[in-house]
């Protein structure tokens, strides 16, 4: 019998990396793959991004609003408590086989606690990063310990897993999805790209994103005026702003973005680009700026500077591409400047990116055949004692 994997997306950002294996495994007659949609995917504020799911002709089984209009620690609670009731639901009526989901929102978080009291097991790709500048690397080590086979982008980070507790042979290290991406997409030409983008990229520019560092109360607002203060001293820069996600103080970002932009003709800025889109703006761009992950997983590839801003990445493999800074007016201009540099611009073609060959979502593919159909599924893990030696 074919086994029914329910793939998880709320973000865009997500999706992006989900969408090979999605792909992959729907190719597979062994598996019946059903995509549910959920969180900022269905908001109308953060662009209504499950259109660009349903635009790459991949079938939507469900949309479950879970999202409420406001991003304060209460909302957010709120929110996961409304994911836990609504996909507990799901998932009595869909029983599926197993739960595939990336990464360490808190959307997801809920939803493996209503997985995991249905006996679903789970399926988590990008568990023992750290970002310890974020709320986010709590949830990503609680969904490894409830995950049942784990993929890691790197053989550190499958090491860490380990670590958690984790068997080794349900730990897979297989590289990142987004320098698939990067290798295989059919990317835009510039002309193509300024059309889309209804900007003109007729000088150097930076693709820019920052999204709210969520263990750090109250500093959302001061540092991310610190970068636009940066930002207002290269003026001879054009700037593309990516706005911010559903995070705590995300909307007081994105709020800042359009006061700026609506001030400064050298800006733009956009909820979702795509996929597509957002590659392409990173291909012909001189620099990243701010604390996606993407500055440190798919960047190095185009081989392009990234100045990574802050606490939020911390504790992440960084490529020599990379240069880290303070969310400060200061910090911030001389990270830029270092990029530009005439000796730091010559290094920048041996940067090499540490996630992986490109092949990542053929590898997982592979691995979930012979784990979901060959071998039996045993939910009672046994914990996995590292021996650390005499001390």
Not at 238 to 245: H, L, P, Q
């Amino acid at each position: 019998m074919r086994k029914k994997i329910v793939i998880l997306t709320a973000t865009r950002a997500e999706y992006g990396l989900l969408r090979p294996i999605i792909l992959g495994l729907s190719e597979c007659r062994e598996f019946h793959v059903k995509v549910v949609v959920t969180g900022a995917h269905l908001s109308p504020e953060f662009g209504l991004t499950y259109k660009e799911i349903e635009n790459d002709g991949i079938e939507i089984e469900r949309k479950i609003e879970i999202l409420l209009s406001s991003d304060t620690p209460v909302s957010i609670s709120k929110s996961m408590g409304l994911a836990m009731i609504s996909f507990s639901e799901y998932f009595e009526e869909s029983k599926p086989d197993a739960l595939l989901v990336l990464g360490d929102r808190y959307e997801t978080l809920a939803v493996c606690c209503s997985a995991m009291n249905a006996r679903i097991p789970i399926l988590h790709l990008y568990g023992g990063e750290t970002t310890e500048g974020a709320v986010d690397e709590a949830i990503r080590h609680a969904i490894t310990k409830m995950s049942y086979l784990h993929f890691t982008s790197t053989e550190v980070y499958r090491k860490r897993v380990i670590q958690l507790g984790e068997s080794p042979d349900r730990v897979f290290a297989v590289g990142s999805i987004g320098i698939e991406n990067v290798l295989k997409m059919c990317l835009l030409d510039k002309g193509e790209l300024e059309k889309s983008l209804s900007f003109a990229l007729d000088v150097p520019y930076a693709v820019v994103t920052f999204h709210p560092v969520t263990l750090e109360k109250g500093q959302t607002e001061i540092q991310f005026h610190e970068i636009l203060r940066a930002l207002d001293r290269h003026k001879e820069m054009k700037y593309i702003f990516t706005k911010a996600n559903a995070d705590t103080s995300g909307r007081m970002i994105n709020r800042m973005i359009d006061e700026y932009v609506a001030e400064n003709p050298n800006a733009a800025a956009f909820e979702s680009l795509g996929t597509l889109r957002y590659l392409s703006t990173l291909k012909y761009a001189a620099m990243v700026i701010g604390n996606s992950s993407s500055g440190l997983l798919e960047v190095p590839s185009f081989k392009i500077p990234t100045v990574n801003i802050g606490d939020r990445q911390k504790g992440r493999l960084q490529a020599e591409s990379v240069i880290d800074c303070q969310p400060t007016e200061e910090d911030v201009c001389r990270a830029m400047a270092l990029a530009v540099s005439e000796e730091f611009q010559k290094g920048l073609s041996n940067a090499t990116n540490p996630y992986g060959d490109g092949n990542t979502s053929r590898k997982i593919v592979e691995i979930l055949k012979e784990n979901l159909l060959n071998k039996e599924i045993n939910l009672k893990k046994k914990f996995y004692d590292i021996s650390f030696g005499a001390r």
